[in-house]
């Protein structure tokens, strides 16, 4: 039998459903052969850390009440929901002393 990869338990994401003395049982996913299984391992508390991502949920919504409360106060209308971030604009980039180079494919020729 093969085992585990050594590096394997290391990635995140997983559900805790045991947690003893020293140790915290994670069911994780794992993909064996093309089909995704869920294991169960035991890990040392050394190891586990909490996601990161409840914590950026909770700061915003104590962020949002908080300008809520602000427009209520003012009269003013706030939109607090998530805005996907704009392209860039267009720009032009200039080297010093450097020589603008056209780059194109060379032409296929058969040689018989």
């Known amino acids: 039998s093969s085992g585990i990869n050594a590096e394997w338990p290391l990635r995140p994401g997983g559900r805790v459903y045991n947690v003893t003395k020293r140790a915290v049982g994670v069911i994780v996913n794992k993909r064996v052969r093309g089909s995704i299984l869920a294991k169960k391992i035991n890990l040392r508390v050394e190891h586990i850390s909490h996601s990161k991502c409840r914590d950026d949920f909770l700061n ?26 704009n392209p860039r604009s267009a720009h032009t980039v200039k080297g010093k002393g450097i020589s603008v180079e056209e780059v194109c494919p060379i032409r296929y020729e058969f040689i018989a």
């Open 60 to 85: 915003r919504v104590v962020k949002n009440e908080l300008v809520k409360k602000e427009a209520k106060a003012s009269g003013v209308f706030v939109c607090t929901r998530r805005a996907p971030v």
